[in-house]
């Protein structure tokens, strides 16, 4: 349920000293009710990259992200998400598979 302070913790632990150590990129993307997975991935990329990413295949832009996680221990908060659509999830699951061990993704929700 909302209200209840799901984000606030997600960015205290965000924002821990130990996590900004052990995670590297650290990752914070707003989802809300639109979980589009192209608008999510480009907003990772962009997120690492620290600059505009222009997503014209969604195939290129999944290949692209593999590619800047493969073998790092990221952290990803996914905030705020409303979509509880399994298909999104297990392609974006599969995507973020690419990181070293230890990586973490973080999912706050307003699905009761």
Not at 18 to 42: A, G, Q, T, Y
Not at 45 to 65: M, T
Not at 72 to 81: A, C, F, G, S
Not at 87 to 111: Q, Y
Request: charged share 30%; proline share 2%; hydrophobic share 40%.
């Amino acid at each position: 349920m909302g209200g209840l302070g799901e984000t606030t913790l997600a960015q205290a632990a965000f924002n821990d000293e130990r996590m900004k150590i052990h995670f590297s990129p650290r990752i914070w993307i707003h989802v809300s009710e639109d979980f589009n997975l192209k608008r999510v991935i480009k907003l990772i990329i962009e997120s690492i990259s620290g600059g505009p990413y222009q997503v014209s295949d969604l195939n290129l832009a999944q290949r692209k992200l593999r590619e800047m996680l493969n073998g790092k221990r990221y952290l990803i908060v996914l905030d705020d998400v409303w979509d509880e659509d399994k298909e999104k999830w297990d392609k974006l699951k599969c995507i973020l598979a690419r990181g070293s061990k230890g990586s973490s993704v973080i999912v706050t929700t307003h699905v009761e």
